[in-house]
């Protein structure tokens, strides 16, 4: 079993590669075309952006802290924070405000 999950997660780091460089050397190519045509290249508003939170969030939505008595609610919710910081949804910078507000 080891040496399956090795070999699936050798894949998927290659294949998070493969898709890496692909997109960088696509991106290179249309601003060189742009160039070559006369126009300047605007890169594309990523797809996740529409869902990031906004500069400065208004203060009324903003969620209570949790209270003490309810640790598992907290931690639950720092789990989350971490995976979004993981997937790059949020900034380092908006994970330790939001850390903060729930511990305190």
Known sequence: ????????ARTAVVAGTATAVS????RRQRGRWAAQQ???YQEPEPRYARYAPS???PQAAE???APASDMGSTIDRLKQL?????????????????KHRLLG
Not at 84 to 97: D, H, N, P, S
């Open 1 to 8: 079993m080891p040496g399956l999950l090795r070999g699936v």
């Open 23 to 26: 997109n960088r050397v696509t």
């Open 38 to 40: 006369g126009y300047a």
């Open 55 to 57: 500069a400065q969030p």
């Open 63 to 65: 969620p209570a802290a």
């Open 82 to 98: 971490g995976e979004l910081k993981a997937q790059g949804v949020i900034t380092e910078a908006e994970f330790e405000e939001q």
